[in-house]
T-cell receptor, first 108, second 114 residues
Framework: QKEVEQDPGPLSVPEGAIVSLNCTYSNSAFQYFMWYRQYSRKGPELLMYTYSSGNKEDGRFTAQVDKSSKYISLFIRDSQPSDSATYLC????????FGAGTTVTVRA | EPEVTQTPSHQVTQMGQEVILRCVPISNHLYFYWYRQILGQKVEFLVSFYNNEISEKSEIFDDQFSVERPDGSNFTLKIRSTKLEDSAMYFCASSGRPGDNEQFFGPGTRLTVL
């Protein structure tokens, strides 16, 4: 079983829709959970990080962590074409373990 | 806003040659990392560095790789004898705190080994 599983998509949504992304993991030692956005051939950009189970909101972004199910989610409300990118989940037990990334296209 | 910078943005080298990839982490950060991403694949952890020594390294980080903080600002990754399969994007990251809860990445160096 892979340590971090993320559906690579691609995911295509119309502008204004809610984008829903998720990852599952197997390593109970993971303590920190992050979402990064990556544009083509660029470095990952930190969007959200959470430590405990529950929700964290930042503008149009909401991150959810359910440690009991080993499941994390990222929701993007009122999506914009500029949100088109690859979204990577990452988890930490000291070093970061990344998911494969989900490619999202928001159609104008 | 402070950011991690990396040079060069693109490096082309011949197989067997040595390359040094350079990074300038965010100035007040204490923890430094190298990751790589082969085209179309996951970002993979290579090594973490704190207090002038390696904290942890992955199986990828074999004897061909080394890291150094030669002065107060730079952090380098050296590949001693490059192989074709070393072709990838190499990302440097830094964080101010242990536990990696906020790692900030540089733009990457694209290494092409011919």
């Amino acid at each position: 079983q892979k340590e971090v599983e993320q559906d690579p998509g691609p995911l295509s949504v119309p502008e204004g829709a809610i984008v829903s992304l998720n990852c599952t993991y197997s390593n109970s030692a993971f303590q920190y959970f992050m979402w990064y956005r990556q544009y083509s051939r660029k470095g990952p950009e930190l969007l959200m990080y959470t430590y405990s189970s529950g929700n964290k909101e930042d503008g149009r972004f909401t991150a959810q962590v359910d440690k009991s199910s080993k499941y994390i989610s990222l929701f993007i409300r009122d999506s914009q074409p500029s949100d088109s990118a690859t979204y990577l989940c990452a988890m930490s037990d000291y070093k970061l373990s990344f998911g494969a990334g989900t490619t999202v296209t928001v159609r104008a | 806003e402070p950011e991690v910078t990396q040079t060069p943005s693109h490096q082309v080298t011949q197989m067997g040659q040595e390359v040094i990839l350079r990074c300038v982490p965010i100035s007040n950060h204490l923890y430094f990392y190298w990751y790589r991403q082969i085209l179309g694949q996951k970002v993979e952890f290579l090594v973490s560095f704190y207090n002038n020594e390696i904290s942890e390294k992955s199986e990828i980080f074999d004897d061909q790789f080394s890291v150094e903080r030669p002065d107060g600002s730079n952090f380098t990754l050296k590949i001693r004898s490059t192989k074709l399969e070393d072709s990838a994007m190499y990302f440097c990251a830094s964080s101010g705190r242990p536990g990696d809860n906020e790692q900030f990445f540089g733009p990457g160096t694209r290494l092409t080994v011919l």
